[in-house]
């Protein structure tokens, strides 16, 4: 039986790197464990055309943000690791503190004392000394920082292709298989883009 990955999508700007990491596990038939925090439910009617129940149903279990008691609350209850994705500032700041006020900061706190993988795909710009810190303190603590900083290697040609890129980038953390975006090989060329045509000055 496989265990579950936590996904934890907060409030920051990106919720859709959170919404695809969820539909490609659940094509990969990788079980997911999701919580939604409040700001990301809104956030999900600014920036997709998801509605949030939709969103649930790829999840295998879905837990409200307010349960510090759910099942992921608890080292006792395994699972794979977890990843926060995208992760506000608000939310890296109570992780690297410890300070487990929701179930997103709880299950992140004990993702780390378990010694499991946990994922921050951080999502500001730019960023001052205190973020910086903020991340070199998760860091410390055994976190794995993975800003949503896309690759134009793999020759992406839409926003889709440069959301699989980080995407895979995070399933590449949990040694999950995937065919998301090809992959370096030795520096073969890719054009992006047909030649930019000359402009009138």
Not at 27 to 32: I, W, Y
Not at 119 to 138: I, N, Q
Request: proline fraction near 4%; glycine fraction near 6%.
């Amino acid at each position: 039986m496989k265990l579950p990955l936590v996904v934890a999508i907060t409030g920051a700007t990106g919720v859709i790197y959170g919404v695809e990491l969820l539909r490609v596990l659940k094509q990969l038939g990788e079980p997911a464990h999701l919580i939604l925090s409040e700001s990301a439910v809104r956030n999900f009617g600014i920036e997709t055309d998801y509605a949030v129940d939709e969103i649930e149903a790829l999840a295998d279990v879905v837990y409200k943000n307010k349960n510090i008691g759910a099942a992921v609350a608890s080292g006792s209850f395994k699972t794979r690791g977890m990843v926060v994705v995208p992760c506000t500032i608000k939310s890296l700041s109570a992780i690297a503190n410890s300070y487990t006020a929701n179930l997103v900061v709880r299950a992140a706190d004990v993702t780390l004392k378990e010694r499991r993988r946990l994922v921050l795909m951080v999502r500001e710009t730019p960023l001052h000394k205190g973020h910086l810190e903020l991340m070199t303190r998760c860091a410390d603590l055994g976190a794995v920082i993975l800003p949503p900083m896309p690759a134009f290697y793999h020759g992406p040609r839409t926003i889709m292709d440069l959301i699989h890129q980080s995407i895979g980038k995070v399933l590449d953390q949990f040694d999950i298989e995937h065919n998301l975006f090809e992959r370096w090989a030795g520096g073969k060329r890719k054009r992006l883009t047909e030649p930019i045509e000359s402009v009138d000055e």
